[in-house]
């Protein structure tokens, strides 16, 4: 099976329903798990972008948080929240069909604190240096909720059958 040609065509019965040009499609033991449009224009729902859409349904399907195994198909490379959620899952493998400088001139998604352009670099910027304004408030409290969710877990600090660095 071709899953980036079902990526690509996912895409653009998304764009030929109203939605928007990006998709993905998950793939695990040579099967689709998940796949999914970006569904932001349809439900006004700015998180739901194709990445963390299909991530949910294959997670569920599975009944893990973990994508160890799995190939994920995405139309672009990843906006910095569906990448953060591509890493926590930990597949095996994203690939990716195009990339901003191929489509920026014919799609633009500009807001007040993102555009396309410059969002890479303003999202590696440290938290104090970002246009976005950001406030540190220290709390020792908030550090006692992540001591109690260790005591609850035997003092362990990962999680049973998480996939461990090297």
Not at 2 to 25: H, I, K, Y
Not at 52 to 57: D, K, N, P, S, T
Not at 103 to 116: A, G, Q, S, T
Request: charged content about 25%.
């Amino acid at each position: 099976m071709d899953f980036a040609q079902q990526t690509v065509d996912l895409a653009r019965r998304n764009v030929s329903e109203g939605g928007r040009p990006f998709a993905t499609v998950i793939v695990k033991d040579g099967k689709v798990l998940a796949k999914s449009p970006n569904k932001v224009a349809q439900t006004n729902d700015p998180t739901a972008h194709a990445e963390i859409l299909a991530i949910r349904e294959a997670c569920t399907e599975l009944g893990t948080e973990h994508l160890v195994g799995a190939t994920i198909y995405v139309l672009a490379n990843p906006c910095p929240m569906c990448l953060g959620a591509l890493y926590y899952t930990s597949p095996d493998e994203v690939v990716f069909l195009t990339q901003r400088e191929s489509y920026e001139p014919y799609y633009v998604d500009d807001r007040k604190y993102f555009e396309l352009s410059t969002f890479y670099a303003e999202f590696a910027k440290e938290w104090s240096e970002r246009r976005m304004p950001m406030r540190y408030e220290p709390s020792e409290d908030a550090i006692n909720v992540y001591k109690e969710w260790r005591e609850r877990n035997g003092g362990d600090r990962h999680l049973p059958g998480a996939p461990r660095s090297a």
